[in-house]
Structure formats: C-alpha cells, structure tokens
C-alpha cells in the first residue's frame, strides 16, 4: 500500500494531492513531506486530516497562513498546548475556531470568552464542552447574538434559561423556546409572549 502512496506523491495534479493529504491512511512521511507543500490548499488540507500526527500539527500551527492555523484549531486531535497557542492568534478566525472546538479545555474557553471580538464570544457560548459558570458570564454579554446562543446551548441550565426567557431581544428568547432543556413553566412564560415568532417557537416545541 505505502508504495502506491509513494507513486501518489510524485503526482503533479492538485486533487490527487490533495485527496492523499485528506486520506487518514496516509502515511506519517508523505504527511510531513505535504505538510510543507507551497500551495496553502494542500496545508489546509493536511491540517483537516483526522489522523495527522501531534508532530505536524505543531509545525502547521506556526503557519504564516492564517488559513492553515484556522484548521488546525478546528482539528479535534490538536493537543491543549497548541490550542492554547492559537487561543492568542492575531486572526479571530482562527481564535474562533478554538472557541468551536469541543476538545478545547475550560482554562482555553474562560479566556476566549472575555475576547474583545463578538463571534469569539460567541463560538464559546456554543460550545458543548462550555461550563455553567461561563456560560453564565455569557447570558450577561452586551451583545445579543452571544445570548442567542447561550440559549442555544443545550448544556444552559435552567437557571440560565430562566433568565434569558426575560431577555429584551426577542431572538433570545425564541432561541430560550427552541432549546430541549427548557422546563414546562419557561415554556408557559414564552406561550404569551408580545412576539408572535418566540410564541410560533413554543408551539414547534410543544410535546405531549
């Protein structure tokens, strides 16, 4: 098998690159030997790969690419020291995709959750793996939209969910009667609310 992969590798045209750089199977040395291919979609493409090597990740997480930095944030085998890392990169893009991240550790998240950009706030406010007490902090944002997905996340507590029910934004609380963790008496608030869309998402909500 290696030595088809090894007659792959000498091949000039982009796809079939680029389809070696995204096989799991590939092996670690055509990994490495991509890894550092000039055109930035075959880099990309390596730093997606599910099985790439802790070894590649890290010299990829140095890309002068943000592109390439941005996947290897995405990728859920990045270790917490290169997230950690990439949690402080210049580019939101890529701190937004630590925030996305669902392997990125409590430590990473409180951190990104006090970023000065919105949408980073608001991956964190996403994020399964985000605990209650920043999530907390979250329901509090200035912005809207990070609420909106406080009351998305489907680990919000009650007690979050309770207040965003009350939430002036409208959005927020059609996200508070969408969200499968919100209990009977939030859901009897929201059936009279002023808005007709957040009372249109009780009723979708309702079950027997």
Known sequence: ??????????????YVKK????????PKEILEILSKDK??????SIAENPNIPKEILKILAKDEEWNVREYVARNSKSPKEILKILAKDEK???????????????EILELLAKDKVTDVRNFV????NTPKEILEILAKDEEWIVRESVARNFKSPKEILEVLAKDKEYFVRAAVAGNLKS??????????????????????????
């Open 1 to 14: 098998m290696n030595k088809i992969f090894d007659l792959l590798i000498k091949d000039k045209n982009f």
């Open 19 to 26: 389809a070696i750089a995204k096989n799991r199977f590939t």
């Open 39 to 44: 055109d930035i979609n075959i880099r990309v």
């Open 92 to 106: 939101s893009y890529v701190r937004e995709s630590v925030a996305e991240n669902p392997k990125t550790s409590r």
């Open 125 to 128: 406010a996403l994020n399964s």
């Open 183 to 208: 209990s009977r008496e939030i859901l009897e608030l929201l059936a009279t609310d002023k808005n007709y869309h957040v009372r249109e998402c009780v009723a979708k909500a309702l079950k027997i």
